[in-house]
């Protein structure tokens, strides 16, 4: 339930927009291209971030037939201009429905709108829906703002009300710029923009006024579950700080969103499933990216899990949470 995917051609939207480092490809040798940021190099990508019949294959020597597919966070755009982000992502998301509608025995998507503008946001949340998507990807700020932020709830609200799913996915990690050596922003930031998001819509109240909105927040919810104990102690010792909007305790929440598996820990996996539940984590991946689970949960199948708590993880959850 968490892929990504982008089209094998992109147009120029810096060209078409008059302004912006927005994603372009040059596809410079066969079966790879290179993301441009503007004119700075993001990473190279292969074929199977763009063929749906090479991630079909792909995916088969794992026994798994069916991907959810999302687009490659960096693609959000939420900096641009709200429209300009709203035909991107329009454009985007004209291309995921026609992977879906080419293969539907094999791909899901999820759809990508523009958060920095409420009314663009839902007005395309509802084109989703006529278009049969079951949810959207979101990331884990809007230009920094954090997701708990008002602006945000009508959002939340259309999306509940729409019978949406939503995956919090992180980008934009808080700290990047100080923090460039040894891929810390992928492996330190990402874990905690994750946290950051889903502590947001703890606090704010978004999960309280929203119960029947279905969250999942990528790579096992990042640091949120392992520091839940901290959360807590802070929500009790200082609730004139932490508990000025939401008077719940944030272990309250622990079995009301979802997560995906994406750990690369037997026993950390062992104790999320313990804390939020078998029927809250997904099988996710990141693939095909190299920080992702590209044997497609090997290592899940070789922890002992009972039959069915491996179809809990495998495929049940993931058609709870976006179907429910």
Not at 306 to 316: D, F, Q, V
């Amino acid at each position: 339930m968490h892929t990504h995917l982008l089209p094998e051609r992109l147009p120029n939207f810096a060209d078409k927009f008059g302004y912006g480092d927005f994603i372009h490809l040059q596809h410079h040798r066969k079966g790879f291209a290179r993301m441009m940021k503007g004119e700075v190099f993001f990473r190279e990508i292969g074929e199977n971030c763009w063929d749906p019949q090479v991630r079909i294959h792909e995916y088969a020597r794992y026994h798994t037939p069916v991907q959810v597919v999302c687009t490659i966070p960096v693609m959000f755009s939420y900096w641009a201009k709200a429209q300009d982000c709203l035909d991107l992502s329009q454009f985007l998301n004209d291309h995921l429905a026609g992977i879906v509608e080419d293969f539907p025995e094999h791909y899901i998507a999820l759809g990508t709108i523009p958060m920095q503008d409420t009314d663009l946001a839902i007005k395309e949340l509802e084109r989703l829906k006529t278009l049969g998507f079951p949810g959207v990807q979101i990331g884990s700020n809007v230009n920094q703002l954090n997701l708990g932020e008002a602006q945000f709830y009508p959002i939340f609200e259309a999306c509940a009300a729409l019978d949406m799913a939503v995956f919090v996915h992180p980008w934009e990690m808080m700290g990047e710029a100080d923090m460039k050596k040894y891929w810390l922003p992928w492996l330190v930031g990402m874990p905690a923009e994750t946290a950051r998001a889903a502590a947001s819509m703890i606090f704010s109240g978004v999960l309280e006024r929203l119960p029947g909105l279905r969250v999942c927040f990528a790579h096992a919810g990042g640091s949120l579950i392992p520091t839940i104990g901290r959360l807590e102690h802070g929500f009790n010792c200082r609730p004139d700080l932490v508990a000025i909007d939401n008077p719940v305790t944030p272990r309250h929440y622990l079995g009301k969103f979802w997560v995906d598996s994406a750990t690369h820990d037997p026993q950390l996996l062992r104790y999320i499933l313990d804390v939020v539940g078998e029927t809250k984590v997904c099988m996710g991946t990141d693939y095909p990216f190299p920080l992702g689970d590209l044997e497609i949960g090997t290592f899940i199948e070789k922890m002992g899990f009972t039959e069915n708590t491996l179809e809990r993880i495998m495929y049940k959850n993931t058609l709870e949470w976006l179907y429910g």
